[in-house]
T-cell receptor, first 113, second 110 residues
Framework: GAGVSQTPSNKVTEKGKYVELRCDPI?????LYWYRQSLGQGPEFLIY????????DSGLPNDRFFAVRPEGSVSTLKIQRTERGDSAVYLC???????????FGPGTRLTVL | DAKTTQPTSMDCAEGRAANLPCNHS???????VYWYRQIHSQGPQYIIH???NNETNEMASLIITEDRKSSTLILPHATLRDTAVYYC???????????FGTGTRLTIIP
């Protein structure tokens, strides 16, 4: 079946602009996760959704970052007033209610110039 | 999550068994050991997990020491496609956060 998909695969923007990154989880998966991966580092947790609600957003670095999942399926990560330090690969993962295996998408590479 | 320690890099000859060690000396009784890998430019891929018994699946085997302070991931017959960064994670079952370290960069040599 289809895995986790993320769009766009690459996004180049200018400092100060607003960006949205989209994640389509595996059908039927109720849990959705966002991670950020900087060059040479492992992924870092940002936020976790169970259904429509953000169950844990403790990894969001500041209030420029926001994520939604209005219908409990697709999620959008929103970054306001982007900074060069936001450049990274943003990864999305999903898991079913009854297992904890997280299945990752290919990521969106964000470059802020 | 308990901290894990892994070698920065390892090489293995194609066709041989790749043994990747992980130290998790502060692991708590209800934390599982998870292994993920990340092939270049892809998202992390789940490999295997275990609590205290050794585990095997179609991808790999996981050997956990009796005191649970360390474990070894074994890829029995490494191929070039196994070249990747391998992450060992100690986490509670059902924990929504995976805490990745920097992992082990495994290179399979032809």
């Amino acid at each position: 079946g289809a895995g986790v998909s993320q769009t766009p695969s690459n996004k180049v923007t200018e400092k100060g602009k607003y960006v949205e990154l989209r994640c389509d989880p595996i059908s039927g998966h109720t849990a959705l996760y966002w991670y950020r991966q900087s060059l040479g580092q492992g992924p870092e947790f940002l936020i976790y959704f169970q259904g429509t609600g953000a169950a844990d957003d403790s990894g969001l670095p500041n209030d420029r970052f926001f994520a939604v999942r209005p219908e409990g399926s697709v999620s959008t990560l929103k970054i306001q007033r982007t900074e060069r330090g936001d450049s990274a690969v943003y990864l999305c993962a999903s898991s079913s209610t009854y297992t904890d295996t997280q299945y990752f998408g290919p990521g969106t590479r964000l470059t802020v110039l | 999550d308990a901290k894990t320690t892994q070698p920065t890099s390892m090489d293995c000859a194609e066709g041989r068994a790749a043994n990747l060690p992980c130290n998790h000396s502060t692991i708590s009784g209800n934390e599982y050991v998870y292994w993920y890998r990340q092939i270049h430019s892809q998202g992390p891929q789940y490999i295997i997990h275990g609590l205290k018994n050794n585990e095997t699946n179609e991808m790999a085997s996981l050997i956990i020491t009796e005191d649970r302070k360390s474990s070894t991931l074994i890829l029995p017959h490494a191929t070039l496609r196994d070249t990747a960064v391998y992450y060992c994670i100690a986490s509670n079952f059902g924990n929504e956060k995976l805490t990745f370290g920097t992992g082990t960069r495994l290179t399979i040599i032809p």
